[in-house]
């Protein structure tokens, strides 16, 4: 990895993020969660993620040509994405998307953000400041999940 650069999602992205997502959650969510969860979870419907993206912040982490990563911002201030590519993994990439986020969040004149972090996310967003609202048990393609209501209060300045 050479320099990683942050910029704004465009709708070329899409398939491109699409891969991205389904190989971390093969490749690195497969430590926490069951072949059977993994298989429900590691799907991407274009057409809703298409919408899904448009209607929220998402920035990409580059390195040239290659996304790295990405991360979404809802309108509340919900994190509702943030994926990065297995080979690019503790090289500080979800923190510049996260660092990056929180500037937008602050921007856009936000006092909290949440996320709803899978066992596998739940330390970085520990390790940054999250803290655990509730544990939660979410259906996905008729298998269960266990994931965490993170929250955190952001600073003014």
């Not at 320099?3 to 497969?30: C, G, K, M, N």
């Not at 979404?72 to 590519?85: M, N, P, R």
């Not at 400041?129 to 266990?146: D, K, M, N, Y």
Request: positive net charge; contains cysteine; charged residues 20%.
């Amino acid at each position: 990895m050479n320099h990683v650069t942050l910029r704004d999602y465009q709708p070329q992205d899409l398939p491109w993020l699409a891969q991205l997502f389904i190989l971390s959650v093969t490749e690195v969510a497969s430590r926490d969660y069951s072949p059977a969860q993994i298989r429900a979870w590691a799907q991407v419907d274009e057409a809703c993620w298409r919408e899904r993206l448009a209607r929220a912040r998402v920035f990409v982490a580059c390195d040239g040509e290659k996304r790295l990563g990405f991360i979404s911002l809802e309108h509340e201030g919900h994190i509702d994405l943030l994926f990065v590519h297995p080979q690019a993994l503790r090289r500080g990439v979800a923190a510049a998307l996260l660092a990056r986020l929180e500037q937008a969040a602050r921007q856009q004149r936000l006092t909290r953000l949440t996320t709803d972090a899978s066992i596998t996310a739940r330390p970085f967003f520990a390790a940054n400041g999250f803290s655990i609202e509730q544990v939660q048990t979410v259906a996905l393609r008729g298998e269960t999940f266990t994931n965490y209501r993170m929250v955190k209060t952001l600073s003014t300045t």
